[in-house]
């Protein structure tokens, strides 16, 4: 009887409720806008670069109003594109769910040789001073391409989640210097955080998410209380950016750079009350989901209920409600229980210490039974998520 009723509540599982604009994909096609000059600005070289992004929005929609993510791919700021592999599947994904998406070209290669501190954090602001440029544009030509603007998220991978972070949350060329103790004509000298380019002068570069995929922030403390949120994913055996707090390399190149990576500002956020949430794999090294559809998936899985939750779409008695879990048994041996008040689970996943997925539940309900009985003894992490938030669950198999 009880194998039959676990049977039931799963079905009842695998029956999801109607599909949610912004966290579901609701859409089956895109619109794709390719090559558009968002502005112009002086490159490493020295020489004038045309500086253009891709947009990717749902086809036949009918909102006026729809929130932006703006994405940056990876590459050392040294190589990448934005049509690259890495980044593209986001845009694409986060399209389908009824976001408007760009993929954002900006500034490579480096203005001195070898690199050193001075010339790789010239390379970051730069980027940083695209990504604002492109937020700009957005803003100046929000009703042709139907923003809300007051929903513009920034993400990245890699160096571009670098960028992302550093967009989102240094505010001052005061604080660049005194953490860093980078020369205080730095910043200045490229013409400012918000300088270094002519795109859509005199219009807000304000941003309110930041989606982060392996990155890291020069200073965690940048982050203060009342920021905007932030949603991070990282592999916890990371060699090129640093999950907690470390020394970064240039490549294979040391520059006696201590940066915060996904872990270190997460926890510091946390601690301040800023709105912060993350997905480590475990096991893993850097941008695990580049290439490989499950890490992919799981990491698209992650993110689309918090940037969901920064719609703040969601009731106010939603809102109010504190997120109480409670499962059992722990340690379990044939079924492990899970039941949510104020808020219900759409995803669950079981993983192993390989970080490989074992068992994938999707749908809607705040109460389930999971049959773990074949799954061999040991230690297991249970992921689950919520349009509210995720909240990663250790349990033992006997």
Known sequence: MQRIITAILLLSVLQANAQVRYLDEIFDSLTVITDISYGNATNASGQSQNLKLDIYMPANDTATNRPLILWMHGGSFLSGSKDNAEIVPFAKRF?????VCASVQYRLGLDGFPPN?????????????????????????????????????????????????HLGYLNS??????????????IVNLGGLEGGNDASPGYSSKVHGVINLCGAIGEKVWIETGDIPVASVHGDQDATVPYGTAEIKFQTIPLGLIVDGS???????????VQSALKTFYGQGHVPYVGNSTYLDSTINFLAPHVYSWLGLASSKQKSSQF???IYPNPASQFINIQTTNSEIYDIKIMNLSGQIVNHIQGNGNKFSINVENLPAGLYFMNIQSPKQSQSIKFVKE
């Open 263 to 273: 872990y270190s500002l997460h926890q510091y956020a946390d601690s301040i009350g």
């Open 173 to 186: 060329t005061t604080e660049f210097q005194l953490e860093l103790e980078a020369d205080s004509s730095l």
């Open 117 to 165: 501190q001075q010339i790789v954090l010239r390379s970051v602001i730069r980027a940083v001073q695209d990504g604002k440029g492109a937020v700009r544009f957005f803003r100046a030509n929000a009703t042709t391409y139907n923003i809300d603007t007051t929903h513009i998220f920034f993400g990245g991978s890699s160096a571009g989640a670098i960028t992302a972070l």
């Open 324 to 326: 109480i879990m409670n």
């Open 95 to 99: 399209a389908k769910r009824g976001f």
